[in-house]
C-alpha cells in the first residue's frame, strides 16, 4: 500500500529499493520568480564562487512496501532553492547524496564544509547535491551510487568503485531536505587523510578553494560534539545508527 510519508523532525527510513520517478516543476507566480532572483542576484554578489547549475529537487516521497520508497525528482537549478528567503514562497526539498566513510579500525569520517561554501563551517558527511542526469540517460539507484563515489573522488581524491557503495538510508530533515545515504568500503586513516591533503592541494594549485577544508574521524556519536561549529541535522542520527548496528 501506498503510504506517503509525513514530516516529523529528522526522519531515517531503511531501504533496500528506491524507485525514481521525474515530476515536472510546479508553476511559480511571476511576483515569487522575480522575488527568487533578487535574492539570488544578493547571493551571488556576496559570495561569487555560487554556481546556478542544474540540480534535482525532491518532488515527493512515497513508502510502497517494506523497506522500498519511491521518489519523485524535480529538475530545477541551485537559485531555485533562494525560494526559501522569499516570505509566502514555497520551495521543493533539496535532494543530496552521502556517504558513510568508516575506517578499518571503526570510525566514521565528518568533513567540514570551506568558507566559500553556503554552509561555511558546517561538520557533515562527503557528499553534494543530486544533479539531473543528461543526454537520455536515466537517474536510478546505479547512477546515485556514481554521484557518490564522485563526490568522494572530488572532496576527499577517495577512489571507490561505485559499484562498492551500497545505499543504506534515506534522511529527511532541515526544509525536508531528502539525504540518500550511502556506504563505502572501511579505509584506513592513513590513506583517508593522505587523499584529502593531495585533493585539496590539487584544488588550491589550480586557483580554486577546497569544498572542504578538515575532516575529523569518530569512534562514537558522543564525540560529535567535540566538533566546533554548526552540524548537519542528519550527522549525529546517521553516525549513531551506523555505529549502533555493527
Known amino acids: 500500500m501506498t503510504e506517503t510519508l509525513p514530516p516529523v523532525g529528522i526522519d531515517l527510513f531503511d531501504v533496500e529499493r528506491l524507485l525514481l520517478t521525474e515530476a515536472a516543476e510546479p508553476p511559480l507566480p511571476p511576483q515569487d ?65 552521502n556517504v558513510v566513510q568508516p575506517t578499518d579500525d571503526g570510525r566514521v569520517l565528518a568533513v567540514r564544509m570551506s568558507s566559500s ?48 557503495l ?21 579505509l584506513p586513516e592513513a590513506t583517508l587523510r593522505a587523499d584529502f591533503t593531495a585533493a585539496a592541494a590539487a584544488e588550491r594549485a589550480q586557483g580554486r578553494e577546497p569544498e572542504l577544508d578538515d575532516i575529523a574521524l569518530v569512534r562514537s556519536a558522543d564525540e560529535l560534539a567535540g566538533l566546533t561549529g554548526p552540524h548537519a541535522d542528519y550527522l549525529e542520527p546517521i553516525v549513531r545508527r551506523f555505529l549502533g548496528c555493527r
Open 33 to 97: 520568480a522575480e522575488a527568487r532572483d533578487r535574492v539570488w542576484d544578493m547571493a551571488v554578489r556576496a559570495n561569487p564562487a555560487l554556481f546556478d547549475g542544474p540540480v534535482a529537487a525532491c518532488g515527493g516521497l512515497e513508502r510502497i512496501g517494506p523497506r522500498v520508497l519511491r521518489l519523485s525528482w524535480v529538475r530545477v537549478t541551485y537559485r531555485h532553492y533562494a525560494l526559501r528567503r522569499v516570505p509566502g514562497a514555497t520551495a521543493l526539498p533539496s535532494l543530496f547524496v
Open 117 to 164: 561554501t553556503d554552509a561555511p563551517g558546517r561538520w557533515q558527511l562527503p557528499g553534494g547535491s543530486v544533479e539531473p542526469p543528461r543526454d537520455g540517460a536515466v537517474l536510478d539507484e546505479s547512477a546515485l551510487a556514481g554521484q557518490a563515489a564522485r563526490e568522494l573522488a572530488e572532496e576527499l581524491g577517495a577512489c571507490v568503485a561505485a559499484e562498492n
Open 166 to 186: 551500497k545505499l543504506w538510508v534515506v534522511t529527511r530533515g532541515e526544509n525536508g531536505s531528502i539525504g540518500l545515504t550511502h556506504l563505502a568500503p572501511a
